[in-house]
């Protein structure tokens, strides 16, 4: 049933009404049988509205052709990839003598923010059918790479973090992988290999080549803006949405993947306004499909380089190239530490892992796994991996299971068959050969030690704010946390008159929200408020800037 609705959602047909209305944006075609509109793999193509004929909507993925949908008169065409600018994932062919009109992304884009019901109707079906290609057979982009490759590891998290479709095709547990390599005229010495369709894309490639030639990272339109927000975690995606549905020049320059820390929460159940809870790679893309339908525009992977401050304008540098801005938001956010064990460093991704999330549990599905940490990331992460996973075993440094946990996950655990909590317990040692096979845990205040066999620990200690990019006129405290508001006052880099707001670095425009900065509290909910309350004290940065200005 549910799928039946999500269908009727994915594919409604348009009235009168609506057909008036974008056709008023529209440029007519008309078409032969058997051609193409766009092919899967364009980067420019058009939404459209069937007038006449038909339309087919066809995949490649796994090599075949496969039928997706056919439009027929007042259906339309197009997914979530007109808003988010990234290439086609399928193609469209036309079925008979074929008479459509086609309206550019920029213009679908105007017409969901100015038409508010046609728009919910565009976007609620972009969305569903970009969720029905997903659960089918659809295939998408094909990883063809051993698990316990490092690079393979890192292009699946890298997929998955931006919300690519793909599929993982492990040569250690798939018999027909040297065919299908041979196939393509490659061998396993290519591997790790991504491959579209009939066609082999790149071999072993890194993470900025994967992502200008699959349409992730995209150029930008414009060099300078009212807001620049460095970082697409929680506060940030939040800020985005704000500015630039109010109307500011917005852009989120992100060194990995929009989603930030969140993003590879399992399942997140304490934020508002979804009792079943959501997982945080969900909650990322929903705001950011949200933030790119205002208008927000997106750079990643781009890590920042530096910053320069010229009078009253911020230049952010990254990739050998700058963008200027009246106003920055510092959004980076904070990353787990490390464990200090010996040989840790040997076990980076095949089997020390700072994420539990569908990719990493494919590693170890069926097989004890440690965790090491105390807060809500690490109790979300043991319940999700204790769903596939035979035993969790939960080590704490501290004797108490609720000093830094919420008293629901805490419950959970307890109450778990399959979970064991160690208290006063590290690890002091690491086993394998190629990767992770056992790790030597220690009761540091009993002296007692034992050996468990398992393929992943999964990592939740601490929080080192991500600030090593910021310069000398951001002042951050001993541990790197950027200083807001009363704190960067007295400042010697502070050169107005007035008082910081509350959010507001030691450099007059410059602001910081989220986990990054000193004094926030580390939840998702506080995050994204910040992120809001950020754009208030931008807006009121400009309205000062104009008076004096004027």
């Not at 027929?72 to 808003?83: M, Q």
């Not at 990883?143 to 998955?160: E, K, M, P, Q, W």
């Not at 040692?429 to 096979?437: A, N, S, Y």
């Not at 410059?510 to 004290?537: I, N, Y």
Request: charged content about 25%; aromatic content about 8%.
């Amino acid at each position: 049933m549910a799928d039946l609705d999500l269908h009727k959602v994915a594919f409604p047909t348009l009235d009168d009404a609506h057909v008036a209305t974008l056709a008023k944006f529209g440029t007519r075609r008309v078409l032969r049988d058997g051609e193409h509109l766009f092919k899967a793999g364009d980067r420019t193509y058009k939404f459209f509205v069937v007038e006449r004929g038909a339309v087919e909507i066809v995949e490649h993925s796994s090599g075949e052709t496969k039928k997706v949908a056919l439009h027929e008169r007042h259906a339309f065409g197009g997914d979530v990839s007109l808003v988010t600018g990234r290439p086609a994932l399928v193609s469209a062919v036309a079925r008979g003598d074929t008479e459509v009109f086609e309206i550019s992304p920029g213009d679908i884009r105007h017409i969901m923010g100015e038409r508010p019901a046609l728009g919910e109707l565009l976007f609620r079906a972009f969305i569903a059918r970009r969720e029905l290609l997903v659960a089918s057979e659809f295939q998408g982009l094909r990883v063809i790479g051993a698990g316990s490759s490092r690079d393979t590891l890192s292009i699946r998290n890298f997929l998955a973090r931006n919300q690519v479709p793909f599929t993982w095709i492990d040569p250690e547990h798939d018999p027909q992988v040297s065919a299908l390599l041979h196939s393509f005229g490659l061998t396993e010495a290519d591997m790790p290999v991504v491959v579209f369709g009939p066609e082999p894309l790149l071999r072993n490639p890194s993470t900025r080549e994967l992502a200008d030639l699959i349409g992730v990272r995209r150029p930008l339109t414009q060099r300078s803006y009212d807001l620049v927000i460095v970082g697409g975690g929680p506060a940030g995606l939040a800020a985005a949405v704000y500015a630039s549905s109010e109307g500011l020049a917005t852009v989120v320059i992100d060194a990995c993947a929009p989603g930030g820390q969140a993003g590879t929460s399992s399942k997140i159940e304490n934020y508002l306004g979804f009792p079943t809870g959501i997982s945080g790679a969900e909650l990322a893309n929903r705001a950011i499909l949200q933030a790119q339908k205002f208008g927000t525009q997106f750079s990643s992977p781009s890590p920042v380089a530096r910053l320069e401050f010229e009078k009253d304008t911020t230049l952010v540098w990254f990739d050998g190239e700058h963008v200027s801005t009246r106003c920055l938001l510092i959004a980076t956010g904070a990353e787990y530490r490390k464990l200090e064990v010996p040989q840790r460093e040997q076990f980076e991704g095949l089997g020390v892992y700072y994420g539990a999330t569908p990719t990493e549990l494919q590693l170890c599905h069926g097989a004890e796994v440690i965790v090491v940490g105390g807060g809500n990331s690490a109790g979300q992460a043991v319940m999700f991996l204790s769903e596939e996973t035979l035993r969790v075993y939960l080590l704490l440094r501290g004797g108490e299971l609720r000093k830094g946990m919420s008293s629901y996950l805490a419950d959970r655990i307890e109450s778990a068959d399959n979970i064991e909590v160690l208290v006063d317990t590290e690890i002091s040692r690491m086993i394998g050969e190629q990767r992770l096979e056992a790790v030597e845990i220690k009761n540091y205040r009993t002296g007692e030690t034992r050996t468990v066999p398992t393929p992943a620990v999964f990592t939740f200690i601490g929080a080192i704010p991500c600030t090593n990019w910021l310069p000398v006129e951001i002042e951050t405290d001993s541990k790197g946390f950027v200083k807001t508001g009363p704190l960067v006052s007295a400042s010697p880099h502070w050169t107005a008159e007035r008082e910081p707001f509350f959010l507001e670095a030691s450099r007059p425009g410059v602001f910081a929200a989220g986990d990054v900065r000193l004094g926030s509290t580390k939840r998702v909910a506080s995050a994204v408020g910040e992120g809001a309350m950020a754009v208030q004290f931008v807006h009121e940065y400009l309205r000062l800037m104009g008076m004096r200005g004027a």
